[in-house]
Every structure is written in C-alpha cells, then in structure tokens.
C-alpha cells in the first residue's frame, strides 16, 4: 500500500512546477517514513528539472536538502524512532557491499547509487524528492540532527554543508593550511564558515568585492577579486587547498598558479565544457587538479555533529511552496543570500 502526498513538480523541462501529488512506497522492513517540515533549494534542483545535466523522466519531483521528523519506522529498523529529528540528502539508497559503502562512502558507491530524486528507486519507480509533504528512506540513509541546530536552517547543510565538509576533510584542511574558495555563492559562503571552524586561513575568490563584508562576517582572513589581475600576479603559488564552487568554466591555468607546492584545487561546481589546464604547471609544484562529490553518510553525519558543536549555519531566506518558481529565478540571477529553504507546511 503507498501514501499520497502533496508535492511541488514540473511536467516539463520547460514549464514552471506546479502543485502535483505523488505516491510514496509502503514500508519495508528498513525504511522509514519521514514528515518533512523543510526542503532545501539546490541550484543542482534547477539543473535537473530542466534537462540541463541529461534527460530526465517527468513529472519529476526534486530536492536532496530534506529534514523533517520520523513519523513511523519500519519492523527492523534500529537506527531511529518515532519523533527523531532527520535529515536526507543527495542519496537514498547504495549497494551497501562494495568497498566504497563499506567505507561510508555510499556517494562513490561502485555499482552507482539511488539519487533522493531522478533515480531509480528500489521498486524501480523513479525517485521524487523533498519538495513534498512527506518521504520514505532507508535507515541507512537518514542522518540524525542535533537538537543544537535549528530545523529551518539545516536544509542546506545536507547538500552544500556536506559539499564542502567532504573535500577539507579529506585535504586536511587545518591550523596551518591556507584554504582558498572560489565563489562565494549557496555552496562557498558554508565552506568559508566550515573552513574557519577548521582552524584554516581563509580567502575567498569571487568576481567582484560585492560580498566582502559578508565574506569576512563568515570568517574569511581575506577577500580578493578576480577580475583584478593583480589577485593572481600577487598570490601565485600560495594555497594549499583551492575549492571551486562555481560551475562555469574558468581559467584553470591562472587558478593552479595559485597553489602551492603539492597544492590541489578542486572542483565541486560541474561546468559542461571539458577542463584544459598546461600539464607543466601541475608538474612543476606536485600540484593536483581533483573533483569532489556531496559526502557519505559517515562524513555527513560528522559535518552535522560538527556544525552543532562550532555553531556553523547557512544563511537562508524562508520561502512557501507558492514562491518557488520566483526562487528559481532568483538564484540563476544570483539573487539570494544564500540559500531558499521551502516551508513543507505549504505544500497543502
């Protein structure tokens, strides 16, 4: 037996999302049955909704910043209990065997993984995502969130926290490491606070100095602007760790002469157009150019613990179901700061 609830979808890769409703599976054994009180935007909600990153299959339901309380749980399951408050993020479900799950690392899961939306769930429907009344997950999925962090500000945490979590974690990112982050935008201004909390010295690459002040208020050392040529004559070879939240193409070769020796920069935002960069300036300073997904379940119920501990939250403006489309629009034209986060009471 499924259960109908409201939700907000496109029909379309064109038209905008409408009120719809959706089924959600009967529980199994593992799963557990979600109340979601608040949705995250993802400009990665965007992308897939219109058919920019790949065809998708319509209607289509997005939103993998999801978190909410346990309404019921399934006859097995251990790790929660009704009432708990929980979060879901970008995945739902992995093979669970190979060694990259054993790990906790079900986001480079070697079979592939169920993505929260746009996959293929386990009784083969198409997954439908968090802008909606209520959702079923596997335990193994659904993160725990600490009574430390208000609800209406965790959504974006399950996606740009663990984002930037992930790849200063696994770079080492610390007291005495100098952390630079191109963007300043949904993703970079959570790994600026992240960073910071670190022990890391922080330098934000952005544009313009439209943010500074912002950039600064979160925890930056230093702002710079790249379109000022003098940021890349002044600071070559000078960052251990480069993250790059942006997703449109820039010059690599002038970002990699900003590392230091065994420097790495790597891309979290996922331009279209293929990477060029001249192979003697990795060569000459041991310096890396690497990609980083979202985060496993281990490394995103640590940034939870982490951001509850060091008090670290996203900005967000709290938005109704009604405003979405609006929203949308907003964050292609970069006009929020920084990131929508949709009251599910709204969806009816």
Same mark, same amino acid.
């Given at each position: 037996?499924?259960?109908?609830?409201?939700?907000?979808?496109?029909?379309? +890769?064109?038209?905008?999302? *409408?009120?719809?409703?959706?089924?959600?599976?009967? =529980?199994?054994?593992?799963?557990?049955?979600?109340?979601?009180?608040?949705?995250? &935007?993802?400009?990665?909600?965007?992308?897939?909704?219109?058919? *920019?990153?790949?065809?998708?299959?319509?209607?289509?339901?997005?939103?993998?910043?999801?978190?909410?309380?346990?309404?019921?749980?399934? #006859?097995?399951?251990?790790?929660?209990?009704?009432?708990?408050?929980?979060?879901?993020? !970008?995945?739902?479900?992995? !093979?669970?065997?190979?060694?990259?799950?054993?790990?906790? *690392?079900?986001?480079?899961?070697?079979?592939?993984?169920?993505?929260?939306?746009?996959?293929?769930?386990?009784?083969?429907?198409?997954?439908?995502?968090?802008?909606?009344?209520?959702?079923?997950?596997?335990?193994?999925?659904?993160?725990?969130?600490?009574?430390?962090?208000? $609800?209406?500000?965790?959504?974006? =945490?399950? !996606?740009?926290?663990?984002?930037?979590?992930?790849?200063?974690?696994?770079?080492?990112?610390?007291?005495?490491? /100098?952390?630079?982050?191109?963007?300043?935008?949904?993703? %970079?201004?959570?790994?600026?606070?992240?960073?910071?909390?670190?022990?890391?010295?922080?330098?934000?690459?952005?544009?313009? $100095?439209? /943010?500074?002040?912002? %950039?600064?208020?979160?925890?930056?050392?230093?702002?710079?602007?790249?379109?000022?040529?003098?940021?890349?004559?002044?600071?070559?070879? *000078?960052?251990?760790?480069?993250?790059?939240?942006?997703?449109?193409?820039? @010059?690599? @070769?002038?970002?990699?002469?900003?590392?230091?020796?065994?420097?790495?920069?790597? $891309?979290?935002?996922?331009?279209?157009?293929?990477?060029?960069?001249?192979?003697?300036?990795?060569?000459?300073?041991?310096? #890396?150019?690497?990609?980083?997904?979202?985060?496993?379940?281990?490394?995103?119920?640590?940034?939870?613990?982490?951001?509850?501990?060091?008090?670290?939250?996203?900005?967000?403006?709290?938005?109704? +179901?009604? @405003? &979405?489309?609006?929203?949308? /629009?907003?964050?292609?034209? #970069?006009?929020?700061?920084?990131?929508?986060?949709? @009251? +599910?009471?709204?969806?009816?």
């Amino acid at each position: 037996m499924t259960t109908t609830v409201n939700a907000y979808g496109a029909i379309s +890769a064109t038209d905008p999302l *409408e009120p719809m409703t959706i089924e959600r599976r009967d =529980l199994r054994p593992h799963d557990v049955l979600i109340d979601i009180d608040y949705a995250g &935007i993802c400009h990665s909600d965007i992308h897939t909704l219109r058919g *920019e990153w790949g065809e998708i299959a319509y209607p289509q339901v997005v939103g993998h910043e999801i978190v909410g309380h346990v309404a019921a749980v399934g #006859s097995e399951v251990t790790k929660h209990k009704v009432g708990d408050r929980v979060g879901v993020g !970008c995945e739902s479900g992995s !093979c669970g065997q190979c060694e990259q799950c054993a790990k906790g *690392e079900e986001v480079y899961c070697l079979k592939g993984n169920i993505q929260t939306y746009a996959g293929v769930d386990v009784d083969g429907t198409i997954t439908q995502g968090g802008y909606s009344q209520a959702t079923v997950i596997d335990e193994r999925f659904v993160l725990s969130v600490p009574e430390a962090l208000p $609800l209406e500000k965790v959504a974006p =945490l399950l !996606c740009a926290g663990v984002t930037l979590y992930a790849p200063l974690k696994h770079w080492n990112a610390g007291p005495g490491t /100098k952390v630079a982050i191109i963007g300043m935008g949904g993703l %970079g201004h959570v790994g600026v606070k992240l960073a910071h909390a670190l022990g890391a010295e922080v330098t934000v690459l952005s544009r313009t $100095l439209a /943010k500074k002040d912002d %950039g600064l208020a979160f925890g930056a050392d230093h702002y710079f602007a790249t379109e000022d040529p003098a940021t890349f004559a002044d600071h070559q070879a *000078e960052y251990d760790l480069i993250l790059s939240t942006v997703s449109a193409g820039i @010059d690599y @070769d002038a970002y990699v002469d900003l590392l230091a020796v065994d420097g790495t920069l790597v $891309l979290l935002g996922a331009p279209t157009d293929a990477l060029s960069v001249t192979p003697m300036k990795l060569i000459s300073h041991r310096r #890396s150019i690497a990609g980083s997904a979202n985060g496993g379940i281990v490394d995103t119920q640590e940034m939870l613990d982490f951001c509850a501990q060091h008090d670290v939250l996203p900005e967000t403006e709290l938005i109704a +179901a009604d @405003d &979405i489309n609006a929203a949308y /629009k907003r964050v292609v034209d #970069s006009d929020v700061r920084y990131r929508f986060v949709i @009251d +599910a009471m709204t969806f009816g």
